[in-house]
């Protein structure tokens, strides 16, 4: 990041982001360490409980950067929900990233799963937030910890929404991590208790491989271990119920949505054609964003609602 990039993402850090509700800033703190969050409460009378999500950023962000870039604020205010912003630091990674390669951060009640999952306990209870619709998204690395949270945490969240994020346990140090993004993975893993879960990719992204996200729903769909039998970018074994071709906002995309008996959705998947590692159909005044192609935002928050 050179340093006009660092001045712009600091000035976004200190920013709000135009929209009339609260956006606050708070520290939480447990035996694993301290992350602070921001927290975005909705202008006006809403009805209560209402829904949380909670958002993890990528690597070089901030949590007001990554507010603005997926416009998800604007969504809350429209919607009616609350979205919390956990922060990484420095400190615990000098590039900000979520440390979702290490062991540690892979366990329950352990590192910085915990301190998600307390940001999480804590904004539920202060604002009476209905317990059976919190939802946790992420990008990149924040994408690869938000599956992890699915999977240490199904009671907590009702879904996962995943943008150029890699599966859980992909890794267990720096080297396993950089090969997992490149779609090689080192060893098996064993899944959590995966959650429904929605998938983002860009078939050009050159930092994340998209066979990634094939990873990603395969564990969500074969709810079983994904890597001792399975290569990268194998067939996914679970029944597909739909898979259609599409335009949005200047990009086409392929969606694949898996199903298990009837109606009940374990995952759906969009690779979006030409998108590189960015959020697709994000504001550009945000970091890692591109505005064209069918807005992530909107279609999580779609699968989150009707999930619940």
Do not use: C, F, N, P
């Given at each position: 990041m050179d340093v006009v990039s660092k001045i712009a993402a600091l000035a976004l850090s200190l920013a709000g982001t135009g929209d009339p509700g609260a956006f606050?800033?708070?520290?939480y703190a447990n035996a694993a360490g301290e992350r602070a969050y921001k927290l975005y409460v909705p202008a006006g009378p809403r009805q209560r409980p209402m829904p949380l999500v909670v958002m993890l950023h990528g690597c070089a962000q901030?949590?007001?950067?990554f507010a603005r870039g997926t416009r998800m604020n604007a969504l809350a205010e429209k919607h009616g929900f609350l979205v919390a912003y956990p922060e990484q630091s420095q400190k615990a990674n000098p590039q900000r990233c979520w440390n979702w390669f290490n062991a540690t951060d892979q366990k329950r009640d352990?590192?910085?799963p915990s301190i998600i999952a307390g940001i999480t306990q804590r904004v539920a209870?202060?604002?009476g937030i209905d317990s059976k619709r919190i939802?946790?998204?992420?990008?990149?690395a924040?994408?690869?910890?938000a599956v992890i949270m699915g999977n240490l945490y199904p009671e907590l969240y009702a879904a996962v929404g995943v943008h150029s994020g890699l599966p859980f346990a992909a890794a267990d140090d720096l080297p396993s991590a950089l090969a997992a993004m490149k779609g090689e993975y080192a060893r098996p893993r064993k899944g959590g208790a995966p959650l429904p879960v929605i998938v983002f990719h860009g078939d050009r992204d050159a930092i994340v491989h998209p066979v990634n996200a094939a990873e990603v729903v395969l564990q969500a769909t074969q709810r079983a271990p994904a890597f001792a039998s399975v290569a990268p970018g194998a067939a996914l074994a679970a029944s597909v119920a739909k898979?259609?071709?599409g335009n949005g906002n200047g990009r086409s995309y392929t969606r694949t949505v898996h199903r298990r008996g009837g109606d009940q959705v374990?995952?759906?998947q969009w690779l979006v054609h030409g998108l590189g590692h960015a959020w697709s159909g994000g504001d550009p005044e945000g970091s890692f964003t591109d505005k064209d192609g069918p807005s992530a935002s909107e279609e999580m928050l779609r699968f989150f609602r009707a999930v619940r």
């Open positions: 606050t800033d708070a520290v901030q949590g007001a950067d352990s590192g910085e209870k202060e604002h939802y946790i998204a992420g990008l990149s924040g994408g690869a910890m898979a259609d071709a374990l995952a759906e």
